[in-house]
């Protein structure tokens, strides 16, 4: 506790911010990057994974081509989100990381690129568990609603129950973006240069790693803290229009 | 629209120009941490002849492994490349080819020599106390001579480590210092009465101070470290025998002098 009190504490800092300041506004950029398309990329991919495991087996009208492919697809879609779900991100990067680069075919594979896909992924199944709730949680009634008044059972679903689903996940989806900002930061095993691992970097020279951890702790409250705002503004206005 | 294209059109240019004064050479891909003082550590400047841009992110990589790369690569005539990855990912990143060597301060300890070759090492440290002249510790022959001796050392280095305290038996441990001219001070005015360094250290303080020596000790008096422990080499993936070859006749260029003169000059640069 002394080592944060003392008059040095404060001047590492100071040198630290002076002379690294552009290594540590990289790493902020890279983990605003890797939040961004992580939550926007995984909100679209998992619209489509949440659809396909929304699928139900019809036992009487499915012939049996059709239960096999949708019985698959649901073991598939399910596996997915309980591989990512149940495995650190940490781990998965590792897997993921070094041993596609391991195979040799993309060039254009290096950290970052797959920093955007393993997070991109990761939030995927997050995301799709969350947006599987929310659909679930619409009243059924909306749906024979829909089918009543002439609707098949997709356009209900796309334009009745999807926009409902969606906007009471906006939430939820929000607090995903939180968590993805601070997460990233275990991207920094395969050489992300994020926020964590410019700090780290920044503080090389000189070991004063308390000093550089509690730039990168400042800073990432910061943003948790203003998305969070963002997110409560957000879930007011959705409240106003709630049905 | 039509401005936004030229800008656009003037952006891509300027790269193209600057990529015609670009070395040509094949490169030499070097992994290190850019995170291990005084071996390698990132710089935001170019601070020294020897500091090199690390690939993929902005900073200057400098040290003891850097001038010890860049040697290699000039006498190999390749372009030197830095990368910085993380120590976990360094053996992994040769072995599927993402760079060309290690050179990361790393020993050449049995179990990595399972996965990787290594060259012969390009640095040895080796471990001296210094004292004072007119100190009873001056005539030590034995590191056991130094029981309730107030002794300090460099702050993060291998130096202040608890095995290497252990083997001071009786010694008193003083909280390391930042900074070897700090260290010096400590010492010259009996507040320590021993600094345990690294030998260029050693020669540089005790070569600027006649009130200061460095005790070497013979075989068996001295530290119990293994000598694998002690060594630094460069890793390169296995099998690559011609690479071995070449920058093994390339490190036996380097004499101790250089070598010595080498890692001072990177610890100045590091404490600056």
């Known amino acids: ?243 | 629209m039509k401005k936004v294209l030229l800008l656009l059109s003037l952006f891509v240019l300027s790269f193209a120009l600057i990529g015609c004064e670009q070395d040509t050479r094949e490169e030499l891909i070097v992994g290190m941490e850019a995170d291990y003082a005084p071996f390698n550590w990132m710089e935001m400047k170019k601070t020294s002849e020897y500091a090199t841009k690390i690939s993929g992110q902005p900073g200057y990589a400098d040290g003891y492994d850097v001038v010890i790369a860049k040697y290699i690569a000039d006498n190999l005539n390749r372009k030197l490349v830095i990368k910085a990855i993380e120590w976990d990912g360094l053996i992994i990143s040769l072995q599927n080819g993402d760079i060309d060597l290690i050179v990361a301060g790393m020993s050449p300890t049995s179990e990595r020599a399972l996965e990787v070759d290594f060259s012969t090492p390009y640095y040895l440290s080796e471990n001296v106390i210094i004292v004072r002249i007119d100190s009873p510790y001056a005539n030590a022959t034995s590191i056991n001579d130094f029981g309730e001796a107030k002794v300090i050392a460099q702050k993060d280095t291998i130096q202040d480590d608890d095995e290497i305290y252990e083997q001071l038996v009786g010694s008193i441990r003083q909280t390391p210092l930042e900074s070897y001219a700090a260290i010096t001070q400590s010492l010259l005015s009996g507040v320590s009465d021993a600094f345990l360094a690294e030998m260029p250290v050693a020669k540089a303080v005790t070569g600027s101070n006649d009130k200061l020596i460095y005790l070497t000790f013979e075989e068996g008096n001295g530290f119990d470290i293994l000598e694998e422990n002690l060594q630094i080499a460069v890793a390169l993936r296995k099998g690559n025998t011609d690479l071995v070859d070449e920058i093994n006749a390339i490190i036996a260029t380097i004499t101790n002098e250089q070598k010595e003169q080498w890692m001072l000059g990177a610890l100045e640069r590091q404490s600056n």
């Open chain 1, 1 to 243: 506790m002394f080592i944060i009190l003392s008059n040095s504490f404060f001047n590492k800092i100071a040198y630290l911010l002076e002379n690294y300041y552009s290594i540590i506004l990289y790493g902020l950029g890279i983990t605003f990057l890797l939040s961004i398309v992580g939550t926007v990329g995984g909100f679209i991919l998992s619209l489509s994974l949440t659809e396909i495991r929304l699928l139900k087996v019809d036992k009487k009208r499915d012939n049996r081509s059709v239960k096999m492919l949708k019985r698959s697809s649901l073991f598939v879609s399910n596996s997915y989100v309980t591989l990512m779900r149940g495995t650190p991100m940490i781990v998965q990067s590792m897997i993921i990381y070094y041993g596609i680069a391991g195979l040799k075919i993309f060039p254009w594979w290096n950290p970052l690129t797959a920093g955007l896909i393993i997070v991109t992924f990761n939030t995927t199944a997050y995301i799709s568990e969350i947006l599987r709730g929310g659909v679930e949680s619409i009243n059924v009634g909306q749906m024979e609603a829909g089918r009543t008044l002439g609707l098949t059972k997709r356009q209900t679903m796309r334009k009745i129950i999807w926009p409902q689903a969606i906007k009471n996940s906006l939430p939820a989806i929000g607090n995903e973006f939180v968590v993805n900002l601070k997460d990233t930061s275990v991207l920094s095993v395969i050489s992300v240069v994020d926020l964590f691992f410019a700090v780290k970097q920044a503080a090389g020279k000189t070991y004063a790693y308390v000093e550089a951890f509690t730039i990168a702790a400042v800073i990432y409250l910061i943003l948790t803290v203003s998305a969070n705002f963002f997110i409560k503004h957000l879930e007011r206005k959705v409240g106003q229009v709630q049905v």
